[in-house]
């Protein structure tokens, strides 16, 4: 129930106003009641001092059922739930929703589509990769929650004089066996090689440049070789999404959209916006505050922004998309406001439904990663220990647990998951192995337990407990209260993680959630011998269970019933 669309609608008629609720408040004291509607606005129209405004109402307006007592406090107008039936409207409409609680239609219609991941050809999906891929994954299920239709797009990295060094290395190096054996492991340890041996020799660059304009003019040998590294590369990497739960619509990356430049090159000569500067083709962006923006250089190749422009148009005759998000490091945050810009210049509007949702970079603690020295942490290897370090406090903890491989699977990459999305998007974060690995405090194994607890007093309880009986005044209490407000809250939170681009506002919201769960079942007993009050309290777990589920799910963690 939206309460505050509901006061605000009594409010607007008692004060012959409108638009009462947008400014209802939430007092941080719950001393001064549930929500404060703060007189001030109404001084003019009423032609009089808001404290007396605030008596008048106080006095005027019909108590609403839902309301225990609505006092006046100067300026402001405090009201008073009834806890009871604060618990009933909370609960029994959560119940009925179950785990599609919060779910709604508001973006039918609308198609978002979503860049994100992006990973490299014949390069480990390493630490860094987790923020975008964990962001993105979250937001494709959060708009899809919320009834937009979601395109998720894995703009792979597969072009570039990268490709000239691998297969030059490959073919000065590489052995066949060790390709199939070894994967992207070997083909890093050849990338590194290359870059070590052309600061020796300098020759080696240009034999990479050669390589690349054979793949660029469809060279046999070269494209083969290429074709090679990109499906043993997806064959791998596919492994790790799975693992994670990540799923794709595209996987149309810069290679694709190497046909499709021309056309928009093309407009930008039509419209005037190419300029020669130093040899090279720029669109100039002095109007915007940006410095030009490279379209081809000086000997005619074209670039990342070249690319982006093809694949701007491109999605936008394909999806004809509502919004388009750009879920990239804010190491790109120009590069973003240039393509936006060129598109605004070029006359389309649609560049306003383009964003750039940034995020801060991943560094390890002696330094940034380089693939060229091959200095990375695997997002495998650090799966891998998140899941083996649960499998062993499995063991020890709960070593009748059933599946225990699965929960462990659940639990260890849920850790490290949450632990990317546990902060606002745009924080630095430095990789530490004991912080991801660190299962304490308010991390996704804490919510998963909590989960599983509920779960668990739902299963020692039984089936003989009828909620149509439940004595909401067993919930009358502040430890209750704080439960109630958090899931009656939930479904907002979700609308605000989707308006701001934010999956750590649900993050925050679970959490919370789990602490004030937890602190109601330590300080109150669930079962007892009133099965009437009994069936309140465990209809709030089985709320806060259902609740924290799809929250996870929001997240892409699981939500292991036992553990």
Not at 218 to 223: H, I, K, W
Request: net charge negative; charged share 25%; aromatic share 12%.
């Amino acid at each position: 129930m939206d309460y505050k669309t509901l006061l605000g609608q009594i409010l607007d008629k008692a004060a012959a106003a409108e638009g009462c609720a947008e400014a209802i408040e939430t007092p941080s004291d719950a001393a001064l009641g549930d929500y404060a509607f703060p007189c001030f606005r109404l001084a003019k129209t009423m032609r009089m001092a808001p404290p007396k405004i605030a008596q008048e109402l106080a006095q005027k307006i019909e108590q609403p059922a839902f309301i225990a007592k609505i006092e006046a406090v100067g300026p402001y107008i405090n009201f008073f739930l009834d806890k009871a039936v604060f618990a009933e409207n909370t609960l029994s409409t959560a119940l009925e929703a179950g785990e599609n609680y919060g779910r709604s239609d508001m973006g039918a219609g609308k198609t978002v589509v979503m860049d994100y991941s992006s990973i490299n050809i014949a390069k480990p999906f390493h630490i860094g990769h987790l923020s975008t891929t964990a962001l993105g994954n979250s937001l494709y299920r959060i708009y899809s929650f919320l009834g937009f239709t979601p395109v998720g797009i894995n703009h792979l990295g597969d072009w570039g004089t990268q490709f000239g060094k691998l297969i030059t290395a490959y073919k000065l190096w590489g052995e066949d066996a060790c390709v199939d054996e070894g994967g992207i492991d070997y083909m890093m340890s050849l990338y590194v090689r290359f870059h070590e041996e052309a600061e020796k020799n300098p020759a080696l660059d240009d034999e990479a440049r050669a390589w690349f304009k054979k793949i660029e003019d469809g060279d046999e040998e070269a494209l083969a070789i290429f074709q090679r590294f990109k499906d043993m590369t997806l064959r791998e990497i596919g492994k790790l999404y799975d693992l994670l739960d990540v799923h794709f619509d595209s996987y149309a990356g810069e290679s694709f959209y190497n046909d499709k430049m021309q056309p928009v090159i093309d407009e930008l000569r039509e419209k005037n916006l190419l300029v020669e500067s130093e040899g090279a083709q720029v669109v100039e962006l002095t109007e915007y505050d940006l410095p030009p923006c490279l379209i081809l250089k000086r000997d005619g190749t074209t670039l990342y922004a070249t690319r982006d422009l093809a694949a701007a148009f491109y999605r936008k005759n394909t999806y004809n998309f509502y919004k388009s998000l750009y879920i990239v490091a804010y190491q790109q945050n120009l590069h973003f406001k240039q393509l936006f810009a060129v598109i605004d210049k070029m006359g389309y509007s649609w560049a306003q439904d383009m964003e750039h949702v940034n995020f801060g970079m991943v560094s390890l603690a002696d330094g940034s990663m380089s693939t060229r020295k091959g200095h990375v942490v695997k997002l495998k290897d650090v799966l891998e220990q998140a899941i083996a370090k649960t499998r062993a406090l499995i063991e020890e903890k709960s070593p009748d647990l059933a599946d225990k491989d699965s929960v462990a699977n659940d639990i260890g990459v849920g850790a490290v998951v949450f632990s990317a999305l546990s902060n606002g998007r745009i924080k630095d974060i430095v990789f530490d192995w004991d912080r991801v690995l660190n299962f304490d405090g308010e991390t996704g194994p804490y919510v998963q337990y909590t989960h599983a607890r509920c779960r668990s007093l739902l299963r020692k309880a039984g089936n003989g407990y009828d909620y149509a009986c439940a004595d909401y005044t067993a919930l009358d209490n502040d430890d209750a209260l704080a439960v109630l407000r958090q899931i009656e809250s939930f479904p907002d939170a979700i609308v605000r993680a989707m308006t701001k681009n934010e999956p750590y506002l649900v993050t925050r919201h679970i959490v919370h959630l789990a602490q004030y769960m937890n602190k109601f079942y330590y300080d109150h007993r669930v079962i007892d011998d009133d099965r009437e009050k009994t069936a309140a309290r465990l209809m709030l777990a089985e709320v806060t269970a259902n609740t924290i589920k799809t929250g996870l799910y929001l997240l892409g963690i699981k939500a292991p019933d036992r553990m």
